[in-house]
């Protein structure tokens, strides 16, 4: 059976992993037969945002281990506790917590990196040559994480689509439910919540996400 890393960076939209993508993921994983177990950094979000009113929380501390434990039902490991031996593969939701708590694109645009704890941790799946799919936003980070000439998409959004060119990458417009595949070095993107009106809509891309990284393994 093929064991598959999901990493989550928090829970909620706005300051963490993207809920709905983040399920979606791990049911569409286990439909196909595959284990999946989540990681997340051991570190404190950017910020704490109240999804109600879309306002930062000023003084709140929430730590990103602790959030993502919400969405995997208290089965989460820290990024540190890897062992890239027992795993297949790797799928990132997408979310804000993608952009400012794995990476700092929210605040920095092209001029980003990938936070050390998550680089670390993610590079031993590009070291291995093991396939990488990234939901939503998180396709902003694989130009940092595989250097110049990578293919990867976030949809059609021309501002974020000019970073991800900035930083060397390759962008490629896609919709809702298309996927972009770079073969060689077995990444896979879709731009889910970045165009879907609708967890269905968003699904579409996910589910061929998933399946396509389990097909590259």
């Known amino acids: ?6 990493l989550l960076s928090g829970a909620g939209v706005f300051d963490g992993s993207e809920i709905h993508e983040s399920v979606l993921a791990m049911l569409a994983l286990d439909k196909l037969g595959a284990e999946y177990q989540c990681f997340a950094p051991n570190v404190n979000q950017m910020h704490v945002v109240n999804h109600l009113t879309g306002e930062v929380e000023a003084g709140e ?3 990103v281990l602790i ?6 039902r208290g089965e989460v490991k820290a990024t540190d506790e ?7 593969g790797l799928i990132i939701p997408g979310g804000f917590g993608a952009a400012k708590n794995l990476c700092n694109f929210a605040t920095n645009g092209s001029d980003c990196e990938v936070s050390p704890e998550v680089s670390v941790f993610i590079r031993e799946f590009v070291e291995a040559s093991k396939p990488v799919g990234f939901i939503c936003i998180a396709p902003i980070m694989i130009p940092r994480l595989y250097g110049e000439g990578v293919n990867g998409t976030i949809g059609s959004d021309l501002e974020t689509a000019q970073a991800f060119n900035l930083m060397g990458g390759v962008h490629q417009e896609a919709e809702v439910q298309e996927i972009i595949v770079d073969e060689e070095r077995k990444v896979v993107s879709t731009p889910a919540y970045m165009l879907a009106g609708s967890i269905s809509e968003a699904n579409l891309g996910i589910e061929k996400l998933v399946k396509k990284v389990l097909e590259l393994v």
Do not use: H, T
Not at 1 to 6: E, G, S
Not at 82 to 88: E, Q, S, Y
């Open 61 to 63: 501390e929430r730590n």
């Open 67 to 72: 959030e993502s434990a919400r969405i995997a």
């Open 1 to 6: 059976m093929k064991k598959i890393a999901v």
């Open 82 to 88: 890897l062992d890239i031996a027992i795993f297949d």
